[in-house]
């Protein structure tokens, strides 16, 4: 199965790089299950296990956080019957998540996972890095809504950080 390669444009140093390349590694690999019926427990150490060669085109913008990729991509499906319903609920009525395209709705779950698991990552970032990761992939209108949607949830899975940023 062919994933979508993409180098993200670089949007910071160090770690932050290493989690950059790790959510659109984290991104395709959704896809990957997704769309071949893979287990993710076949798909993350084959990622791993390949340095992740063939899914980030440039790998000399830095290291993958290979850790933070696989609690990604467990994490979020492992938590699809939570995560699932809160996109559907944060979509517009028009929207229906089962009819976005694959890998669109991959980076609202991923998302979605990290303002619900990852609190020690501003929601602001979290927001951020997956629109930018949705330019990455899209040039209409798709990370507008990935930035509505991750916004609409932000406020109420993070209400007091919201608050406090107001």
Do not use: C, W
């Amino acid at each position: 199965m062919s994933t979508p390669t993409k180098t993200p444009k670089p949007r910071g140093k160090g770690r932050s790089v290493a989690r950059t390349l790790a959510r659109l590694a984290a991104a395709q690999a959704l896809y990957e299950i997704e769309v071949a019926s893979a287990s993710p427990h076949e798909v993350v150490p084959a990622f791993v296990s390949s340095g992740f060669r063939g899914i980030v085109e440039d790998t000399e913008s830095g290291p993958v956080d290979a850790l933070f990729f696989e609690k990604l991509v467990l994490g979020t499906v492992g938590d699809l019957p939570t995560i699932d319903p809160m996109l559907t609920t944060a979509l517009e009525p028009d929207f229906k998540l089962g009819r976005l395209e694959v890998l669109l709705r991959a980076i609202m779950r991923l998302g979605a996972y990290e303002l619900l698991a990852f609190g020690d990552v501003p929601a602001k970032v979290v927001i951020t890095e997956y629109v930018e990761l949705g330019h990455d992939f899209f040039a209409g209108r798709e990370p507008g809504l990935v930035n509505a949607v991750l916004d609409r949830l932000a406020r109420l899975l993070r209400e007091e950080e919201i608050a406090d940023r107001a």
